[in-house]
């Protein structure tokens, strides 16, 4: 599909109520108000498109670059890319959208490095967000990577902003469900940490507790195995 072809698309399927949600998120940027699941349609019909993505960011169209990171190829993300990008997070829609693919990329662990690092409160959170996503993926990384960041989120995530707090806390969990070795080094930090206060502004979300999240979790995973090993 061509850009114009998308856009006309996206225009298309926009309603005022997903417009209104949007903005509730933070969303500043032009909108059409595409729910996700007609972006997910998208999505399947273009599959993977880099060329295109790049377009659709450069639009600045909310809907447009959503969608552009849906069809982004993770392996030809490269660090001008990354940092153009997340200096247009801005809001918790594309924060989270935007840190899967980098986690994905080649230099995601160098990205998240230095985003986690961040003064900038939505790029410390879309850091954050990378590492929680790089910690559920199958990778020979070593554990001791994960336990030196569990160490920076214990001693730093109530003196964070607002919205890094919310990734770091993302992070822990995911480094929980890594693996039973990291799993009582993570709970132990949650409990340590206690809550973790987080202004979500006008919106349902909240900020869940670790430990209770972590539990769900894998409880939900043995759930799913059980019935798979019931199945064979």
């Given at each position: 599909m061509?850009?114009?072809?998308?856009?006309?698309?996206?225009?298309?399927n926009g309603?005022?109520?997903?417009?209104?949600?949007?903005?509730?998120?933070?969303?500043?940027?032009?909108?059409?108000g595409?729910s996700?699941s007609e972006l997910?349609?998208?999505k399947k019909?273009?599959k993977?498109d880099?060329?295109?993505?790049?377009?659709l960011?450069?639009?600045?169209?909310h809907?447009?670059?959503?969608?552009?990171l849906?069809?982004?190829?993770?392996?030809?993300?490269?660090?001008?890319?990354?940092?153009?990008?997340?200096?247009g997070?801005?809001?918790?829609v594309?924060?989270s959208?935007l840190?899967e693919p980098v986690?994905?990329s080649?230099?995601?662990?160098?990205?998240?490095?230095?985003?986690?690092k961040?003064k900038?409160?939505?790029?410390?959170?879309?850091?954050?967000?990378?590492l929680?996503?790089?910690a559920k993926?199958?990778?020979?990384?070593s554990?001791?990577?994960f336990?030196?960041y569990?160490?920076?989120i214990?001693?730093?995530?109530?003196?964070a902003?607002?919205?890094?707090?919310?990734?770091?806390?993302?992070?822990?969990?995911?480094?929980?469900?890594?693996?039973?070795?990291?799993?009582?080094k993570?709970?132990a930090?949650a409990?340590?940490?206690?809550?973790?206060?987080?202004?979500?502004g006008?919106?349902?979300?909240?900020?869940?507790?670790?430990a209770?999240y972590?539990d769900?979790i894998?409880?939900?995973s043995?759930?799913k195995?059980a019935?798979?090993?019931v199945?064979?």
């Open positions: 061509t850009l114009e072809e998308v856009l006309k698309e996206l225009k298309k309603t005022e109520q997903t417009r209104k949600t949007y903005r509730r998120h933070g969303v500043t940027n032009e909108l059409f595409v996700y997910g349609a998208l019909k273009i993977t880099h060329e295109l993505a790049k377009k960011w450069d639009t600045e169209i809907d447009a670059r959503i969608l552009a849906m069809i982004v190829d993770p392996s030809k993300i490269d660090a001008d890319l990354a940092e153009r990008w997340v200096t997070t801005g809001n918790y594309v924060s959208a840190a986690s994905q080649p230099i995601g662990l160098k990205l998240m490095a230095k985003w986690s961040s900038d409160e939505w790029i410390g959170r879309t850091g954050w967000l990378t929680a996503h790089i993926q199958e990778n020979d990384l554990d001791s990577l336990e030196d569990l160490d920076v214990e001693k730093g995530i109530h003196k902003r607002n919205r890094t707090r919310d990734g770091m806390n993302s992070a822990l969990i995911g480094i929980a469900v890594r693996n039973e070795k990291l799993r009582p993570a709970l930090a409990g340590r940490i206690g809550k973790v206060e987080v202004d979500h006008d919106t349902d979300c909240k900020t869940p507790d670790a209770t972590i769900k894998l409880k939900r043995n759930a195995d019935k798979k090993a199945s064979r």
